[in-house]
């Protein structure tokens, strides 16, 4: 814990303007980024004495060991740093709104040929119309459902919508009548683009013109006795009135606004906006966030306007925006928003009529959400820290291990050794510092020799961040940092800016999956680096037993400790991530193919070769010649392939298990060469998992 005065700005340095500031701890990493009118004066409020500051102010100053500030010109431009700095660092201290990427949206591709109408989740791309967000898909697919008897606009995937193109036959929506059906050109492009854009329109909220018009071509169709085209019509007119009623008018102005409401007590906030546009709600949404430091309503209102607003451009940004309490001051956000609009916007407190009564409804919401958040969250937060507590004592520790790394290694009889490291941060996972290695400095089996590699490894590169900022006095040179990646040493680390490294914070508790030896192992890697304060544990499976260093017995944890079951956790996670990775390495094996090892080809050229000749055994009996007459490859290339492949022996026939048929034709092909490989020796009928998209991340090669 350090002394706020430690790091104190001396009076005169700090600018009397406005600006950003940032506190950072001592591994230089941005725990909270701030903006003010006046630096020296907001500054000055953290430095006081510690008895007079909110328990969770006290708490950052505290945790950070330095401070540093941007001048800029204007509130505004103070505004957009702040906002960038919080989407860039995302400091621990900070106020942030869980985010709502998993709403559902309603959405338009305007920027393909044919426009498709679908659900949609997570960022928001150019060129794509949305409404929303929703509650739930279903009720977008029921609405949509709805609309298109009136406009049959496209629905189906890519993939379909190619296959019915060259079948020359629509999927089952074009022949019931609710899909216009361009992929047979039952429409063009144009007509088909204008369905598209008059289905965004109905959306968004331009109903009166639709309805009106198809009206008139009822009582015309009527009049000229057409009895199944008016009654057809009247349908379409039912259809788009009940659509319409899924959104009940609130504002009978047909106002475009949005309406964000908090509810607050000492500790957390909840947030609850609602989307009204023309007049109808079409969409809400709600976050809750703790409430870093003592911070007004106004404040809250601001961070919440930044997370809403901060990636939106043009008419996502209404017309008027209702909030329960201004910014103070007001003017710069007022003016942030009219750049994000591109015109002007409203921001104002809500006084009398339908706009105050509709403000009370979603502060209800507000005050609801806040309430459930709380039950649940009481349960959670208690267990958690009654299990961090039992895992020092248990352990003997001197605190609660806030940060604990968990490390398994995975491979197969031998095969493809590889290690995971898992993060846990306050009991929960912190998946964007999960990290993978590949085990270099040996052939074969050995879990312990693993072990003791991977943890070197990782804390050589701790101690290579310490002795780049003069931390670390006695260390070893570094070198594993930029060991097998192509890079220098210390290029990992070379990011002075806060934002997160690799390896660079050293947890309080190391968890290896293992017993005894594994335990030895990794505290033997700690003691030859030095490392003296990083306590080890290991939990075996048979019996789930503790080992710690040193200890001939185990600690025995009982069955109903939550301390036990968060090390159950830990461990569980480390072994699910080290076996993805280690069937992603083995997957890869089995595809190889001859043409990898051909100098110079790239893998364009090496599809171009399979597609034209079928397979690499009848790309081995080629001339070349033959081999030439594949686009892009010219005479030296030919001769190299034909080279490489005589030098190779054929594989093996695949053989059909079944029958004993020897399958000549596909013995050879890059897809099938390997039998059944696609499923774990030790699993039989397990398909090979390709991993998540976020375990690939850190990956050390």
């Not at 800029?72 to 709502?100: C, G, H, M």
């Not at 088909?192 to 309805?211: K, N, Q, V």
Request: charged share 30%.
């Amino acid at each position: 814990m350090a002394d706020p005065s430690s790091y104190r700005p001396k009076p005169g340095q700090i600018p009397d303007s406005p600006g950003v500031y940032r506190f950072r701890d001592e591994h230089r990493r941005v725990i909270y980024v701030g903006k003010a009118k006046s630096l020296r004066q907001r500054l000055a409020n953290y430095f006081q004495d510690l008895a007079g500051l909110h328990p969770r102010t006290r708490t950052m100053v505290t945790t950070a060991a330095s401070v540093e500030w941007t001048v800029v010109s204007t509130e505004v431009e103070a505004l957009q740093l702040e906002y960038s700095w919080i989407k860039e660092y995302d400091p621990r201290f900070n106020v942030k709104y869980r985010d709502d990427k998993s709403y559902p949206y309603l959405a338009v591709t305007m920027n393909e040929e044919y426009p498709r109408v679908q659900v949609m989740r997570g960022q928001k791309r150019k060129g794509v119309r949305y409404f929303g967000p929703y509650g739930h898909a279903w009720a977008i697919r029921d609405t949509v459902d709805l609309l298109l008897r009136v406009f049959p606009v496209r629905t189906c995937s890519a993939g379909v919508f190619k296959n019915a193109a060259r079948t020359g036959r629509p999927c089952l929506l074009g022949y019931i009548g609710k899909c216009s059906a361009p992929c047979v050109g039952r429409v063009t492009a144009e007509e088909h683009r204008e369905l598209a854009d008059e289905f965004s329109d109905f959306m968004a909220g331009r109903t009166g013109t639709y309805i009106r018009r198809l009206e008139q071509r009822m009582t015309e169709a009527a009049e000229d006795m057409e009895y199944e085209r008016a009654a057809r019509l009247r349908d379409d007119i039912e259809a788009l009135r009940k659509a319409m009623e899924k959104s009940a008018v609130v504002l009978a102005d047909a106002t475009d606004a949005d309406l964000i409401a908090v509810a607050e007590d000492e500790l957390e906030a909840a947030v609850q906006i609602f989307h009204v546009r023309g007049g109808r709600v079409r969409g809400q949404r709600g976050w809750v966030t703790d409430k870093v430091e003592e911070i007004t309503t106004g404040a809250l209102v601001e961070h919440a306007l930044q997370q809403l607003y901060g990636e939106e451009k043009g008419d996502s940004v209404p017309k008027e925006v209702l909030v329960p309490a201004l910014p103070d001051p007001v003017e710069p956000v007022q003016e942030w928003l009219a750049e994000r609009r591109g015109s002007g916007v409203s921001l104002r407190i809500p006084q009398r009529g339908d706009k105050k009564a509709l403000m009370e409804t979603v502060q209800r919401n507000a005050q609801q959400s806040l309430m459930l958040h709380k039950t649940k969250r009481a349960s959670d937060l208690t267990t958690r820290s009654r299990a961090l507590e039992e895992i020092a004592e248990a352990l003997d520790l001197d605190s609660a291990p806030l940060r604990i790394e968990c490390y398994d290694i995975s491979h197969l009889q031998g095969d493809d050794v590889v290690a995971s490291m898992v993060v846990f941060e306050d009991g929960l996972q912190r998946k964007s510092e999960y990290r993978r290695f590949q085990i270099k400095g040996f052939e074969g089996q050995d879990d312990v020799r693993s072990m003791h590699e991977v943890i070197g490894r990782r804390f050589k590169r701790y101690i290579a961040e310490k002795e780049k900022t003069g931390e670390w006095a006695d260390g070893t040179d570094g070198q594993e940092s930029g060991r097998g990646t192509g890079r220098e040493p210390g290029d990992d680390l070379k990011d002075d800016e806060g934002r997160p490294k690799r390896f660079a914070y050293p947890p309080q508790l190391v968890v290896v999956d293992g017993g005894q030896p594994q335990v030895a192992a990794a505290q033997r890697a700690l003691d030859e680096l030095g490392i003296d304060d990083i306590a080890v544990c290991g939990l075996a499976k048979r019996l789930e037993e503790v080992w710690v260093p040193g200890e001939d017995d185990p600690v025995i944890l009982p069955r109903t400790s939550e301390g036990l079951y968060l090390l159950q956790r830990v461990r569980d996670e480390a072994h699910r991530f080290a076996i993805t990775y280690q069937r992603v390495k083995r997957a890869k094996r089995f595809r190889a193919s001859p043409l990898d090892d051909v100098p110079g080809l790239g893998e364009a050229r090496k599809q171009a070769l399979i597609k034209h000749f079928g397979s690499v055994k009848k790309l081995r009996s080629a001339t070349i010649d033959q081999i030439r007459e594949v686009p892009g490859i010219g005479q030296k290339t030919a001769e190299t392939i034909a080279v490489a492949l005589a030098q190779t022996a054929p594989a093996a026939p695949a053989v059909n298990t079944a029958t004993g048929e020897i399958m000549d034709d596909t013995a050879d092909t890059p897809d099938t060469q390997d039998g059944a490989s696609g499923t774990r020796a030790d699993a039989p009928g397990e398909p090979v998992a390709a991993g998540a998209p976020d375990e690939r991340r850190g990956q050390e090669k």
